[in-house]
Each structure stands twice: as structure tokens, then as C-alpha cells.
Nanobody, 118 residues
Framework: VQLQASGGGSVQPGGSLRLSCAAS?????IGWFRQVPGMEREFVAA????????DYVDSVKGRFTISTDNAKDTAYLQMNSLKPEDTAVYYC???????????????WGQGTQVTVSS
């Protein structure tokens, strides 16, 4: 499965961005992660393609929304009320099998940079 992330950019604090992740095939779950240089990659959000399971890291709850368009095999991360601390490279990932949504992903897309700055 190949994953192609897009939609990053620069935005002022309080602004919004929508990231997209186009998948070449279906997995059990799709997740978004982010990484700041020198820091470990952080889980952000995940959703099963069936829609039955959903998870967010506490720092984005109420601001970010993960969704999928199963007809297009595309996942989205709608990011609202962005803060400077959301600045990172964002990655989408696919998990093949049932399990915790925060780890053990099998497929990774390239990153897309999100910069939140005034």
C-alpha cells in the first residue's frame, strides 16, 4: 500500500488546514502522526476505515478531525484553531491489522510540512 500525503502549508495561529492522504489500497486503520526535528514522532489521530474506532491525542481533541472517504480511498485531517506548537511534519500511515491505533503501523507516506506562525 502506498500513501501520499498533501495539504500542508503555512498558516497563522487560529487558522485552519486540511491534510489529505491518498491510499493505493485499503488497510485496517489510517493514522496521522507528526514530528518536530530532534523529537520523537507523535501520534495525532487515527480512524478505522470501517469507522468503528477513533482516537485522538489529547492536545488536538476538539480542534482536529480525522475522516475518510472510502470511495476515494482517501483520509483527511481537518485542523482548526491551529497553534504554533502544531508546527511539524505530518505523516499519514496505514495499519494492516486489528490492534491499538497509536502504534505498529505498516505503511507510511511522505511527510507534509505544517507551519503555524504569525
Amino acid at each position: 500500500v502506498q500513501l501520499q500525503a498533501s495539504g500542508g502549508g503555512s498558516v497563522q495561529p487560529g487558522g485552519s488546514l486540511r491534510l489529505s492522504c491518498a491510499a493505493s489500497g485499503r488497510t485496517y486503520a489510517i493514522g496521522w502522526f507528526r514530528q518536530v526535528p530532534g523529537m520523537e514522532r507523535e501520534f495525532v489521530a487515527a480512524l478505522t476505515w470501517s469507522g468503528s474506532r477513533l482516537d485522538y491525542v489529547d492536545s488536538v481533541k476538539g480542534r482536529f478531525t480525522i475522516s475518510t472517504d472510502n470511495a476515494k480511498d482517501t483520509a483527511y485531517l481537518q485542523m482548526n484553531s491551529l497553534k504554533p506548537e502544531d508546527t511539524a511534519v505530518y505523516y499519514c500511515a496505514g495499519r494492516r491489522t486489528y490492534g491499538g491505533l497509536r502504534s505498529a503501523y505498516d505503511y507510511w507516506g511522505q511527510g507534509t510540512q505544517v507551519t503555524v506562525s504569525s
